[in-house]
């Protein structure tokens, strides 16, 4: 009885057709097998393998946070020097101030929280573009990680971290390799899983759609615009902080200038894995994929022999046709019927 | 039978603009009561003082004949007074399911964590959606997808669910078709025999004639009454959004521009020619 089975393979192409995912999946594919077939056996192994993952997953761990955030309708330009200022505060905390890690790195979390809420508090209520907003706390974040560093220590780098990892209780959740994987790749894997799940399967998910899609029309029916908005900056700036501790903790130093145009990968990242500028349309995984992309094209060109240099064209290439890509696909999604 | 919603002499002011001046109306179970006038009559401001938008400057606002302050649409919609706005706050890139329930979404427990409930949302929309006749394909489909009449018909849908005892809609046929907006009038008729009270708020007078028991016609904020359908008809509510006598004085206005430019516009149509 095939006639009876075409109209349910139907709704599951077509359900497959509108997710917002779906440019960004067929991309990465397309440049997986690219990078197999033209950089070969090093792309390939698992050495190469964890290698361009662990990349994607610095990239992927703010950006599923970011995605969020674009989806309820705002953009958080700060999260770059939100990956810088956690890191240098645990590094002078634990170096110059002689507090044990864990204290540290409790700190950099509520310093988090505290710098989340005021930017999603000043957006919320001044009604200015959050893209002002947050261009303002980058700049502001990123001098003041400048300025108190070089007026405690004289010099922007704080090393000599790894001696204190040992022993500390915390430090397991943010440094090794779990089977054999880095810990930043189980992070990005249990973020994306996490957060998208709440995005399509939780009353707060289907806020968060709203809150960017029509904010007024949300506030009429009772959805919380306001407290999604702030929590979704509170949770990107913690994201940045996680990979702050990260990064932190396995180089054992910590830099003023860490996360430099972070903010943009992660943006370009969310935007290939479908997520709308305008807000109300996006999702999580589709960001997770996005990281992906960008660290397979960022350490696969490592294995080609083409010159590194020629990443960012790249990379601006690839998010030019994905906003094409997506933005036909949406018109698609909405035309379907 | 005691009126649902009673207003005495409700007035909005914002700064020094009067938006309202003393409006004075009731709404019964059951009723279909219009609100007509012309753009900047005070209709939209009406409106956001019924469904808990604006506070009124003075006056009373008696629901089930007490007296209510609302401070948010969420607490109107949460003793049943249900607004259908003009732009129908509905998302159109997300799916039917997830805006019938925005806002009240049904949730599943798995111990401690709680989880939007598709499955049972999905079939509460399909069904609900059954009932006013739109057969819906697929629930997940976005709202997009639908035309501006099913949209309507989606959001009183929704309101009707969610035990809505009073419906208020803000210009539902104004953006639709001839066939499309008759389908909506039907839709307000149902409401009205399941007993809720409807404020059809429209500049429509054909529209309103159809489905209307009552009228207010309100002009710059002002009423000119409340009339039941058989002390009044349609030309009367026409000339009154309008401003009766205005209209007169300005056909003379038009006349008299007519007149007077006819010199220099023959001569302009020289020029170009």
């Known amino acids: 009885m095939p006639l009876a089975e075409a109209p349910s393979q139907m709704t599951l192409v077509r359900k497959l057709l509108i997710r917002p995912e779906l440019g960004a999946f067929v991309a990465a594919v397309a440049i997986f097998l690219f990078f197999a077939s033209v950089a070969g056996q090093g792309f390939l192994s698992v050495s190469g393998t964890i290698n361009y993952l662990e990349v994607a997953a610095q990239v992927g761990i703010v950006a599923v946070a970011v995605s969020l955030l674009m989806i309820a309708g705002e953009f958080d330009l700060s999260v770059g020097s939100m990956i810088g200022a956690p890191g240098m505060i645990i590094a002078l905390a634990v170096t110059q101030f002689a507090w044990p890690l864990w204290a540290a790195i409790i700190l950099a979390f509520l310093f988090s929280l505290l710098v989340g809420y005021v930017n999603g508090w000043l957006v919320v209520k001044t009604r200015l573009p959050s893209f002002i907003i947050t261009l303002a706390s980058m700049f502001l974040l990123r001098g003041l990680t400048i300025g108190f560093t070089l007026l405690i220590t004289n010099v922007t780098r704080a090393s000599g971290l790894g001696a204190y990892t040992e022993g500390d209780f915390l430090a397991p959740v943010f440094v090794g390799r779990p089977l054999g994987v880095p810990i930043s790749i189980w992070w990005w894997l249990g973020l994306s899983l996490v957060l998208g799940w709440m995005l399509f399967r939780t009353p707060f998910g289907n806020w968060i759609f709203a809150a960017g899609g029509d904010p007024w029309a949300a506030r009429n029916v009772g959805v919380p615009v306001t407290r999604v908005k702030i929590s979704l900056f509170m949770l990107t700036a913690v994201g940045a902080t996680l990979l702050s501790i990260i990064q932190v903790l396995d180089t054992g130093s910590a830099d003023v200038l860490r996360g430099e145009q972070k903010e943009l990968e992660a943006i370009a990242a969310a935007v290939i894995g479908g997520c709308l500028l305008t807000g109300g349309y996006g999702s999580v995984y589709g960001a997770a994929i996005g990281s992906l992309i960008l660290g397979m094209i960022q350490q696969g060109i490592v294995f080609t022999r083409i010159s590194t240099d020629w990443y960012r064209a790249v990379l601006g290439g690839m998010l030019l046709a994905a906003v094409l890509l997506n933005n036909y696909l949406r018109h698609r999604a909405l035309r379907s019927r | ?273």
């Open chain 2, 1 to 273: 039978m005691n009126p649902i919603i009673e207003l005495k002499g409700i007035s909005k002011q914002f700064g020094k603009v009067i938006a309202l001046d003393e409006i004075s109306f009731q709404l019964y179970p059951g009723e279909v009561h219009c609100l007509l006038g012309d753009n900047g009559a005070g209709k939209s401001t009406l409106i956001k003082i019924l469904s808990g938008v604006h506070r009124p400057s003075r006056g009373e606002f008696l629901f089930e004949g007490k007296p209510i302050e609302l401070d948010s649409p969420r607490q109107a919609l949460d003793r049943g007074i249900a607004t259908v706005f003009q732009d129908l706050a509905m998302l159109s890139l997300m799916s039917i399911t997830r805006n019938f329930f925005l806002g009240r979404e049904p949730k599943k427990s798995f111990g401690p964590i709680k989880v939007f409930d598709s499955a049972s949302a999905e079939r509460t929309t399909t069904e609900e959606l059954k009932k006013i006749g739109i057969r819906l394909r697929d629930p997940d489909q976005a709202v997009g997808t639908l035309s501006g009449g099913e949209r309507q018909a989606v959001a009183i849908a929704r309101a009707v669910y969610f035990g809505a005892k009073v419906l208020i809609l803000d210009e539902p046929t104004s953006a639709l078709g001839v066939k499309e907006a008759a389908v909506v009038l039907k839709y307000v008729v149902q409401s009205k025999a399941k007993g809720i009270g409807v404020i059809f708020i429209t500049h429509n007078v054909h529209h309103a004639w159809a489905v209307g028991d009552t009228f207010t016609v309100l002009n710059r904020g002002r009423s000119y009454g409340t009339f039941r359908k058989a002390e009044t008809h349609r030309e009367k509510l026409l000339e009154m959004m309008a401003g009766g006598e205005e209209l007169d004085e300005l056909a003379v206005e038009l006349d008299l521009i007519t007149k007077r430019d006819s010199g220099p516009m023959s001569e302009l149509e020289h020029r170009v020619a």
